[in-house]
């Protein structure tokens, strides 16, 4: 019996785990701060922003962890946010990282931010290139957004330059967006 129980837990978890699709690495395991207070988000959101932090590159995991700890603090101790203003970010080294994470309003787009989900690559790509990885993880990214029905299967995909007066998010992360499925000009 409780060999059957142990295999019923295990598939239960593989399902799970699955069902989740990309692995997003959570803000307590790249020593993130917890939020001063969240603000709820809807599902079946019409809208996904693409953004860049406009700061530094990461490679490896621990870089990553130290540029996001940056944002986290820039946007926290100096703007006085509540949090990190996006809902993922996805580093150098090809792996997602959990923002405000799912059904918590981001901070990335203004009179957007209840309508959409902020994804932002770290660094500055107006120089930095986009990988292969980096793109493959935002796709399953928004794959997940919908499958877990935070977006509506025919959502929008913005740039934030699209949506607001700034180069966010950046030229060449704007020139690769542009051919993807749900990209709306």
């Known amino acids: 019996m409780a060999s059957k129980v142990a295999l019923l837990l295990a598939v ?6 699955l069902a989740q699709g990309v692995y997003v690495v959570s803000k307590a395991e790249w020593g993130g701060r917890r939020a001063s207070w969240t603000v709820g988000l809807g599902n079946y959101l019409g809208y996904a922003i693409i953004h860049h932090t406009a700061g530094s590159y990461c490679e490896t995991r621990a870089q990553c962890n130290a540029v996001l700890q940056g944002v986290q603090n820039y946007h926290m101790d100096s703007l006085g946010w509540p ?25 990335h787009a203004a009179e957007w931010n209840p309508y959409s989900i902020g994804i932002s690559f770290l660094g500055n790509y107006n120089w930095d290139t986009l990988e292969p990885n ?9 794959n997940d957004a919908v499958n ?21 998010p950046g030229t060449h992360i704007w020139n690769e967006i542009r051919g993807w499925s749900h990209w709306s000009g």
Do not use: P
Request: charged share 10%.
């Open 12 to 17: 239960l978890v593989c399902s799970q785990y």
């Open 83 to 107: 949090d990190i203003g996006y809902n993922f970010l996805i580093g150098g080294d090809g792996n997602v990282y959990e923002g405000r994470g799912w059904n918590n309003m981001g901070a």
């Open 134 to 142: 980096m793109i493959s993880a935002a796709q399953q990214l928004l």
């Open 148 to 168: 877990r029905g935070q977006l509506s299967s025919g959502y929008i995909l913005y740039g934030h330059r699209q949506v607001s007066a700034t180069e966010c």
